[in-house]
């Protein structure tokens, strides 16, 4: 189905072209919503702009367009604003037959943009033989969050968790590990024995312990049994560890490579690219140099691809992480979801690539801002980490806490459920609810807050109209009647269907937050209904209509938070 916004960008479109105008603009501006009601419901600035490049009164032309315009069952009204915007007020039946098509559509009129398109997202990327921390938040919640708008615009989507299990700190664990593991405390937390095995090597450390695992890595990388099999075991124990956690989450991978898995292909990318004249050997290290011609931001910048002690770098294997992902997916996309610190080292790895291969490929690196406490950049060495399960343990039960006291006459076991869906719920949305570009400051109040545009709100919004539905007895809900005689009723159904489109900026943009923030105006108009719109007593036809407007907000409300990665939960 198509959007409200496509419908009148193609009304307007026509009636340029009626006019003689088409192809004037190279760029199409499309009709948005409206940021005050008073001026309709949607509004195109494209007559506007359309005057400007005619060098004409922009509003003589948007007065044109107007006129140009036919009778169009979406549209009650047009206005011409300002110096030359088109305001539209839609007409109530179609709107609320565009909600009820919605509603009914499986996409619930998202529109299919990706569809015969596959797209790889590299999230999270912890480090093996260490917890998963609330360093790790943004990019897992991000990450995941970005994979399901892909995949609701119908793009195939493939996750990559591309975690650190390669490297020289194998080289110290292992010295670490025969020194001074005390097997009793491996056996009962085998993450925590490996963190406090790294740990005491770093203050256990002198020129001898790291002359040995330096020893142990040459080891472990030529394929020494003994250091390939404790290192295999380090990676099964953390794999559990993080699985663990991504389960409670409801946080799932197509595919979990490291960057072991690209040690084999460095010595061929290192020496393809000397050949190539991309690379070069400078004072005994290879490695690739930007002139002007790269770019603003990449100009006399380096990147080395390998040292001069052989050692191979980030660079060289995220080159060949590409290579294998375009021989074995064959994406239209590839997208990044690391930190802002990286913006330069994937600017030079995306061009080093193209100026490699020279063939299209479109790859994004969607950074994101620190997570801070205070005024730090949180970090392992700075003491001040928290481990991620004990984040969602607290929220847990701040959660429990509010269930119980509110919800006490439901089964505990249910009530366990909700808090344990409440509590993470509340976690990832006060992450995702954020700008992915702006700083974060870790304050547990703020992150486990149930009032306010947070994930709690969205959940009892979604829960009031199951229980409506529950108290009416409604054994088979229906989108089909909507009727939109009260303003609550229309200002719902408009948020309603700006759904899509609130969607397909979230993933154009590639910031979840967009789509928060549009699924809270729901909420808000939803509520606004509620509290002015009698549904169970009123009349029999205002009832069948409102029920299913109620049916239409929750099906919205569903497909938006499982989009997020937040179950919908029928009752709290």
């Known amino acids: 189905m198509e959007t409200v916004a496509k419908v009148l960008t193609g009304v307007v479109l026509d009636a340029c072209e009626k006019l003689g105008h088409g192809g004037v603009l190279a760029e199409v501006e499309p009709a948005i919503p409206t940021s005050d009601p008073q001026f309709g419901d949607y509004q195109s600035n494209h007559a506007f702009r359309l005057g400007k490049a005619l060098k004409q009164n922009p509003r003589a032309v948007a007065e044109a367009v107007r006129q140009a315009i036919p009778a169009h069952p979406a549209i009650a009204s047009i206005s011409v604003a300002g110096p030359g915007f088109l305001n539209f007020r839609l007409d109530d039946a179609w709107l609320a037959g565009q909600l009820s098509e919605l509603a009914a559509d499986a996409h619930r009129g998202i529109v299919q943009t990706g569809a015969g398109k596959t797209v790889v997202i590299d999230y999270s990327a912890p480090n093996v ?51 001074w593991l005390v097997r009793d405390a491996y056996e009962k937390d085998p993450i925590g024995e490996l963190e406090r095995l790294y740990v005491k090597f770093a203050d256990e450390t002198t020129p001898e312990l790291e002359e040995a695992a330096r020893a142990e890595t040459v080891k472990l990388q030529a394929g020494d049994p003994e250091n390939k099999a404790l290192w295999q075991q380090f990676i099964a124990v953390s794999m559990a560890e993080f699985n663990r956690v991504y389960e409670r989450l409801g946080v799932k991978f197509d595919v979990v490579l490291g960057e072991s898995a690209y040690n084999d292909a460095l010595p061929g990318i290192v020496r393809d690219l000397v050949a190539a004249n991309i690379a070069v050997v400078s004072e005994g290290a290879t490695v690739v140099r930007f002139g002007a011609d790269a770019g603003a931001g990449l100009a006399d910048t380096v990147l080395v691809i390998q040292k001069k002690d052989g050692a191979y770098l980030y660079g060289t294997s995220d080159l060949a992480t590409i290579e294998h992902r375009v021989r074995t997916w064959n994406p239209d996309r590839i997208v990044y979801v690391v930190d802002t610190r990286q913006q330069l080292h994937f600017r030079q790895v995306f061009h080093t690539w193209h100026r490699w291969r020279q063939r299209e490929l479109d790859m994004v690196h969607c950074w994101f801002g620190f997570l801070k406490f205070g005024d730090s950049i949180m970090a392992s060495r700075g003491g001040n980490i928290v481990r991620f399960v004990d984040l969602l343990d607290e929220a847990q039960r701040r959660a429990r806490e509010v269930v119980d006291s509110k919800s006490g006459e439901l089964p505990e076991s249910e009530r366990a459920v909700i808090a344990e869906a409440v509590g993470t719920s ?42 409506i539905q529950r108290k009416g007895e409604i054994a ?20 309603l269907v700006h759904f899509p489109e609130a969607v397909a900026a979230a993933l154009e943009h590639h910031r979840p937050n967009l789509l928060c923030d549009h699924l809270f105006a729901i909420a808000n108009a939803l509520n606004r209904f509620y509290g002015e719109c009698q549904v169970l007593s009123a009349e029999p036809a205002v009832r069948d209509a409102r029920l299913a407007l109620v049916e239409a907000t929750a099906r919205v409300l569903e497909r938006g938070l499982e989009i997020l990665g937040i179950p919908a939960l029928a009752r709290m």
Not at 132 to 160: E, V
Request: aromatic content about 12%; glycine content about 8%; proline content about 3%.
């Open 426 to 467: 509340a976690v990832r949305y006060a992450d995702l609810s954020q700008n992915p570009q702006s700083d974060v400051t870790f304050d547990w109040d703020r992150m486990l807050s149930l009032d306010g545009n947070t994930a709690p709100y969205l959940l009892y919004s979604y829960a009031r109209c199951r229980s």
């Open 129 to 179: 033989a260490k917890r998963m921390h609330i360093g790790h938040m943004r990019s897992t919640f991000i990450g995941s969050a970005l994979y399901r708008l892909y995949g609701a615009a119908g793009w195939r989507t493939i996750g990559d968790n591309h975690i650190g299990d390669w490297g020289t700190q194998f080289g110290k664990l292992i010295v670490a590990w025969r020194r």
């Open 476 to 495: 088979s809900a229906s989108v089909a009647g909507i009727a939109l005689a009260a303003p609550e009723e229309r200002s719902l159904a408009l948020s």
